[in-house]
């Protein structure tokens, strides 16, 4: 009796420690409803990439940049590129948003045509992103009828967005685990933003310990040309910026305030300074 006491015991905490563990392995799906949950690279690499991809260096915003290709595009980070716009880039007289990679204005507003494919889970992620855009800026979403160039919402790996507006479809690309948060930041690649912590003036705020990121991946962190952006402040608040430990290979900081402390990553809203980015491209 007693011996039967004790197994029925030890099955009831065999089975909690086995639905302990099942939750352990289910936490990707929690981070779906977390603003806060894309505190790693996880959210900074644009598909799982096998490692196979064909490298390709190019210089880009005047530095040399190795960039993965996958069809015909060239993969930094989250950031879908192509070839004709890596080149571009080193020609920019100012600004990293050129007129023809704008969303168009109609009266005061931008329009930004979309889809949102009908098997993509949480749905409300992207809903929530675009009206934090559409209470914070002169962008505007409509769904899309018949225009050419327009966001298509899909599910996949990682997060991920082309850069501006590419006169044709573009995927913003969402795993389950990407937040209302990391779609905020699609967007801002999708209108023409991209990372701040590769702003030129980044290295008089932050220093980024090159020694601990992963191989393959320091392109990544490689400063913009100065041409290249208009703002001279650089802002570690931005929704465009990297956190403490993308792409770390050891565990240890990539990326470190001057006084050597770590850094939340922003994942929640527009800051004001990229308002202020926003506003000088899309008034
Ligand atoms: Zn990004």
């Not at 089975?15 to 563990?21: D, E, G, K, P």
């Not at 007129?99 to 168009?104: E, M, Q, V």
């Not at 003036?201 to 020694?211: L, M």
């Not at 792409?247 to 850094?263: A, E, L």
């Amino acid at each position: 009796m007693k011996t039967s006491k004790f197994l029925g015991l030890s099955a009831l905490t065999l089975s909690v420690l086995m639905f302990t563990n099942c939750q352990t392995e289910d936490e990707p799906l929690a981070t779906e409803v977390n603003p806060e949950a894309f505190t790693s690279e996880a959210s900074a690499e644009v598909y799982p990439l096998t490692g196979n991809e064909k490298k390709i260096t190019k210089m880009f915003f005047g530095e040399e940049t190795e960039f993965d290709q996958v069809n015909d595009n060239l993969i930094l980070g989250d950031m879908i590129l192509s070839p004709e716009q890596v080149d571009e880039s080193n020609n920019l007289a100012k600004g990293v948003i050129r007129k023809n990679r704008h969303w168009p204005k109609s009266g005061s507003y931008y329009y930004i045509p979309y889809t949102v494919d009908s098997n993509l889970p949480n749905k409300g992620r992207v809903t929530s992103a675009i009206n934090h855009w559409q209470s914070k800026t002169k962008i505007r979403f409509i769904k899309r009828t018949n225009q050419r160039a327009y966001i298509r919402f899909r599910s996949g790996s990682g997060c991920s967005s082309s850069v501006g507006r590419t006169g044709s479809r573009q995927n913003i690309t969402l795993a389950s685990g990407c937040s209302t948060g990391n779609t905020i930041h699609e967007i801002g690649h999708a209108i023409g933003m991209y990372h701040e912590q590769q702003h030129p003036k980044r290295d008089s705020y932050v220093t980024v310990n090159f020694n601990n990121i992963k191989s393959g991946k320091s392109s990544n962190f490689k400063k913009r040309s100065s041409s290249s952006v208009r703002t001279s402040t650089f802002d570690i608040g931005s929704i465009m910026m990297y956190g403490s430990y993308f792409f770390s290979k050891n565990g240890k900081p990539t990326i470190v305030r001057k006084n050597g402390s770590t850094f939340n990553v922003q994942r929640s809203k527009l800051s004001s300074r990229d308002l202020s980015v926003i506003k000088r491209y899309y008034k």
